[in-house]
C-alpha cells in the first residue's frame, strides 16, 4: 500500500514535464508557421507571379472591361502580358494604356447592351475630335458616325479616323449632297423655315440631313440608341450607379421614346484656355436643374449683363431609341413621322458644352460666316443674340479690344461671384471629364493612335489618298448646300406622303427662360 502512494505522488512531476514540452513546441510550431508563409509569398513576389494584387485583377481579360472600350489599333502593338516592369504597371509600356492599369485595351463586348451611337457634323482637328471620342467609348459609346468636312476631311485627320474601329467618316462630296437633295424632309414643313439661310440656318439644315443618314446606318449596325452630339460637347451621365452612358440608359424604361439631356455651360476662369476638356472644371447648370427662385432670384448675377442666361443654346440634346419612322426633330431632338414620341428629361444627368471656352473662338466662328457686321445683316446668319453680339465684336474690334469684351462677357474672374454662385447651386464643379481625358492623354493612348494609323498607310497610299480628298474637295467647292432642294424636277422626286404623318415643327436652339422685370417668359 505504502509502494502505491509512493508511485502515485510520483506521477504528477511527470505530466508537467509533458505539458510543459508539449506546449514549448506548440509555441515553436505557431513561430515558424508564419514565418513560413511570408518567406514563401516573398519568393512568389519576388519571382513576379501568383499574387493577386488590386492592380493585376483590373488586367483587360474579357471579363473586367471599362463600359465603352472598343477595339482601336493599339490592341496591334506588342506587349507581354506577364511582365512585371513598373513601366508597364504606370501606363509607360510600348501599348498605349489606361493610367495606373496594365495593358489596358479597347475593346467591347459584341453582346455589351444597350448599343449606343453618336452622330456629329465636324470640321475639327484631332486635337478636338480624338478626346471627345475616347471619352465617349469610355462611357459607353460604341460607334460613330462623323459627317465631316473642312479640317476634318484632310487626309491627315481623316485616315486617322478611319484607323479607329466603330468609326464610320462620311466625306461632303457632291454625291452625298446630290443624294441629301432627294431626301424627304425637302418636302416637307417642319424644317422649311431654315431652308435657303446662310451661316447657323445653313448647318442646321445640314445637321438635320446628315442626322437622317445616321439614322439608316445606325439601324444597317445594329444599334439601340442615337445621339447627335457636336464635337465641344461632353455627355455626363450623373445619376447613374456608374459613370456610364451605357448604364444610364439600360435603366430607361421600354415605354420611353427619347431621353432629354439639359445642357450645362462652361464658365471659364481664364482667357488663354488651349484644352477646354482638360482645363475647365467650372459649369453654369440648367434652368431645369435649378429651383423656380434660385434661378430668377439669382438671374441677374448670373447674366452679367449677357442677353440671356447661358450665351448659347438652353434646351439641351437627347438621345432616341432606334426604331420604325425615326426623323430628326433639328440638331437638339428627334421625332417619329407615325407618333408623338414618348420622352422623359433626366434630373442628375447632362450635357456639358464648351462654349466659347476659347479665346480664339471668337475669330474662328467669324471667318466661317460671310455675313455683314450689322445688327439687321446677322439676325439673318445667327439663331441667338449671343452669337450675333460676338460676330459683330469679332468682326469689327481691334484684338485689344475683343479680349477686353471676351473678358466681360464670358471669363468669370470675379471669385466672390463665383463662390457666390457655387453656393446657392447656379454653377457647379465638374471633374470626372477632364480626369478621363487628361489619364487618356498622358498615357499615350491618342498619341499611339495618330503612329498606328501612320505607319499602316503606305506612302503611295497616303499620297493617293490626298489627291482623292483634294479631288472630291474640288468638286463640292461649287455644290452650295443652301441651294440643295431648289430644283426640285431634277435635283429629288416628290415622295407621296400618307395624310396621318406628324409634322412637328423642328426645334431649334433655344435660350433658358428669361426674366423682364416682372414678366418670365420662354425665350
Same mark, same amino acid.
Given at each position: 500500500?505504502?509502494?502505491?502512494?509512493?508511485?502515485?505522488?510520483?506521477?504528477?512531476? #511527470?505530466? @508537467?514535464?509533458?505539458?510543459?514540452?508539449?506546449?514549448?513546441?506548440?509555441?515553436?510550431?505557431?513561430?515558424?508557421?508564419?514565418?513560413?508563409? !511570408?518567406?514563401?509569398?516573398?519568393?512568389?513576389?519576388?519571382?513576379?507571379?501568383?499574387?493577386?494584387?488590386?492592380?493585376?485583377?483590373?488586367?483587360?481579360?474579357?471579363?473586367?472591361?471599362?463600359?465603352?472600350?472598343?477595339?482601336?489599333?493599339? !490592341?496591334?502593338?506588342?506587349?507581354?502580358?506577364?511582365?512585371?516592369?513598373?513601366?508597364?504597371?504606370?501606363?509607360?509600356?510600348? !501599348?498605349?494604356?489606361?493610367?495606373?492599369?496594365?495593358?489596358?485595351?479597347?475593346?467591347?463586348?459584341?453582346?455589351?447592351?444597350?448599343? /449606343?451611337?453618336?452622330?456629329?457634323?465636324?470640321?475639327?482637328?484631332?486635337?478636338?475630335?480624338?478626346?471627345?471620342?475616347?471619352?465617349?467609348?469610355?462611357?459607353?459609346?460604341?460607334?460613330?458616325? $462623323?459627317?465631316?468636312?473642312?479640317? @476634318?476631311?484632310?487626309? @491627315?485627320?481623316?485616315?486617322?479616323?478611319?484607323?479607329?474601329?466603330?468609326?464610320?467618316?462620311?466625306?461632303?462630296?457632291?454625291? $452625298?449632297?446630290?443624294?441629301?437633295?432627294?431626301?424627304?424632309?425637302?418636302?416637307?414643313?417642319?424644317?422649311?423655315?431654315?431652308?435657303?439661310?446662310? *451661316?447657323?440656318?445653313?448647318?442646321?439644315?445640314?445637321?438635320?440631313?446628315?442626322?437622317?443618314?445616321?439614322?439608316?446606318?445606325?439601324?444597317?449596325?445594329?444599334?439601340?440608341? /442615337?445621339?447627335?452630339?457636336?464635337?465641344? =460637347?461632353?455627355?455626363?451621365?450623373?445619376?447613374? &450607379?456608374?459613370?456610364?452612358?451605357?448604364?444610364?440608359?439600360?435603366?430607361?424604361?421600354?415605354?420611353?421614346?427619347?431621353?432629354?439631356?439639359?445642357?450645362?455651360?462652361?464658365?471659364?476662369?481664364?482667357?488663354?484656355?488651349?484644352?477646354?476638356?482638360?482645363?475647365?472644371?467650372?459649369?453654369?447648370?440648367?434652368?431645369?436643374?435649378?429651383?423656380?427662385?434660385?434661378?430668377?432670384?439669382?438671374?441677374?448675377?448670373?447674366?452679367?449683363?449677357?442677353?440671356?442666361?447661358?450665351?448659347?443654346?438652353?434646351?439641351?440634346?437627347?438621345?432616341?431609341?432606334?426604331?420604325?419612322?425615326?426623323?430628326?426633330?433639328?440638331?437638339? &431632338?428627334?421625332?417619329?413621322?407615325?407618333?408623338?414620341?414618348?420622352?422623359?428629361?433626366?434630373?442628375?444627368?447632362?450635357?456639358?458644352?464648351?462654349?466659347?471656352?476659347?479665346?480664339?473662338?471668337?475669330?474662328?466662328?467669324?471667318?466661317? *460666316?460671310?455675313?455683314?457686321?450689322?445688327?439687321?445683316?446677322?439676325?439673318? *446668319?445667327?439663331?441667338?443674340?449671343?452669337?450675333?453680339?460676338?460676330?459683330?465684336?469679332?468682326?469689327?474690334?481691334?484684338?485689344?479690344?475683343?479680349?477686353?469684351?471676351?473678358?466681360?462677357?464670358?471669363?468669370?474672374?470675379?471669385?466672390?461671384?463665383?463662390?457666390?454662385?457655387?453656393?446657392?447651386?447656379?454653377?457647379?464643379?465638374?471633374?470626372?471629364?477632364?480626369?478621363?481625358?487628361?489619364?487618356?492623354?498622358?498615357?499615350?493612348?491618342?498619341?499611339?493612335?495618330?503612329?498606328?494609323?501612320?505607319?499602316?498607310?503606305?506612302?503611295?497610299?497616303?499620297?493617293?489618298? /490626298?489627291?482623292?480628298?483634294? #479631288?472630291?474637295?474640288?468638286?463640292?467647292?461649287?455644290?452650295?448646300?443652301?441651294?440643295?432642294?431648289?430644283?426640285?424636277?431634277?435635283?429629288?422626286?416628290?415622295?407621296?406622303?400618307?395624310?396621318?404623318?406628324?409634322? =412637328?415643327?423642328?426645334?431649334?436652339?433655344? #435660350?433658358?427662360?428669361?426674366?423682364?422685370?416682372?414678366?418670365?417668359?420662354?425665350?
Amino acid at each position: 500500500m505504502a509502494g502505491l502512494h509512493t508511485s502515485l505522488r510520483s506521477q504528477p512531476p #511527470s505530466f @508537467a514535464a509533458n505539458l510543459h514540452s508539449f506546449t514549448a513546441k506548440l509555441l515553436l510550431l505557431l513561430t515558424l508557421l508564419p514565418l513560413s508563409l !511570408a518567406i514563401f509569398a516573398f519568393l512568389l513576389q519576388w519571382r513576379g507571379g501568383g499574387v493577386d494584387d488590386p492592380i493585376s485583377r483590373w488586367s483587360p481579360d474579357e471579363t473586367h472591361k471599362f463600359p465603352g472600350m472598343d477595339s482601336s489599333p493599339l !490592341a496591334t502593338v506588342g506587349h507581354s502580358s506577364h511582365s512585371s516592369d513598373c513601366s508597364t504597371l504606370l501606363g509607360h509600356s510600348s !501599348a498605349a494604356s489606361f493610367p495606373y492599369f496594365r495593358d489596358w485595351k479597347y475593346k467591347l463586348d459584341a453582346d455589351l447592351k444597350p448599343k /449606343i451611337c453618336i452622330t456629329t457634323s465636324t470640321s475639327a482637328s484631332l486635337e478636338q475630335i480624338l478626346p471627345w471620342m475616347f471619352y465617349h467609348k469610355i462611357i459607353g459609346v460604341s460607334t460613330f458616325f $462623323l459627317f465631316v468636312e473642312g479640317k @476634318a476631311a484632310t487626309p @491627315a485627320v481623316s485616315k486617322v479616323l478611319e484607323s479607329i474601329p466603330g468609326v464610320k467618316v462620311i466625306y461632303r462630296t457632291k454625291e $452625298l449632297q446630290e443624294q441629301q437633295a432627294k431626301s424627304r424632309i425637302w418636302n416637307e414643313t417642319w424644317l422649311s423655315s431654315f431652308f435657303y439661310k446662310p *451661316c447657323n440656318y445653313e448647318l442646321f439644315v445640314k445637321q438635320s440631313l446628315n442626322m437622317e443618314m445616321a439614322i439608316v446606318m445606325a439601324r444597317d449596325a445594329g444599334m439601340e440608341w /442615337i445621339l447627335h452630339l457636336d464635337t465641344d =460637347e461632353l455627355i455626363h451621365p450623373a445619376g447613374a &450607379r456608374e459613370y456610364s452612358l451605357r448604364q444610364l440608359l439600360l435603366d430607361v424604361p421600354g415605354n420611353v421614346d427619347m431621353v432629354i439631356f439639359p445642357n450645362y455651360e462652361s464658365s471659364i476662369e481664364r482667357d488663354d484656355i488651349k484644352d477646354p476638356f482638360t482645363e475647365v472644371s467650372m459649369f453654369k447648370k440648367n434652368y431645369d436643374h435649378l429651383t423656380k427662385d434660385t434661378y430668377f432670384g439669382m438671374y441677374k448675377e448670373s447674366t452679367r449683363g449677357n442677353p440671356n442666361y447661358f450665351l448659347t443654346y438652353g434646351n439641351g440634346k437627347s438621345v432616341a431609341r432606334i426604331q420604325d419612322h425615326l426623323r430628326p426633330n433639328g440638331a437638339h &431632338r428627334w421625332h417619329n413621322y407615325m407618333k408623338t414620341p414618348n420622352e422623359i428629361k433626366l434630373e442628375e444627368a447632362a450635357v456639358l458644352h464648351y462654349t466659347y471656352a476659347k479665346f480664339s473662338d471668337l475669330t474662328s466662328r467669324r471667318d466661317r *460666316c460671310g455675313c455683314k457686321p450689322t445688327k439687321d445683316d446677322v439676325k439673318r *446668319c445667327f439663331m441667338l443674340e449671343f452669337d450675333r453680339a460676338a460676330f459683330i465684336i469679332a468682326s469689327t474690334a481691334t484684338e485689344e479690344e475683343m479680349l477686353n469684351w471676351y473678358h466681360e462677357h464670358v471669363v468669370w474672374t470675379d471669385k466672390t461671384l463665383n463662390l457666390k454662385l457655387l453656393r446657392k447651386g447656379i454653377l457647379t464643379r465638374i471633374y470626372a471629364p477632364m480626369t478621363i481625358i487628361q489619364g487618356l492623354r498622358e498615357s499615350g493612348v491618342f498619341a499611339s493612335i495618330i503612329a498606328s494609323a501612320q505607319k499602316s498607310l503606305s506612302k503611295d497610299k497616303f499620297l493617293a489618298s /490626298i489627291e482623292s480628298s483634294n #479631288s472630291s474637295a474640288s468638286a463640292t467647292v461649287s455644290f452650295d448646300s443652301r441651294k440643295i432642294g431648289r430644283n426640285r424636277e431634277t435635283a429629288r422626286r416628290t415622295l407621296e406622303m400618307p395624310s396621318n404623318i406628324l409634322h =412637328e415643327i423642328a426645334v431649334p436652339p433655344l #435660350s433658358p427662360p428669361v426674366m423682364d422685370g416682372e414678366l418670365e417668359s420662354e425665350a
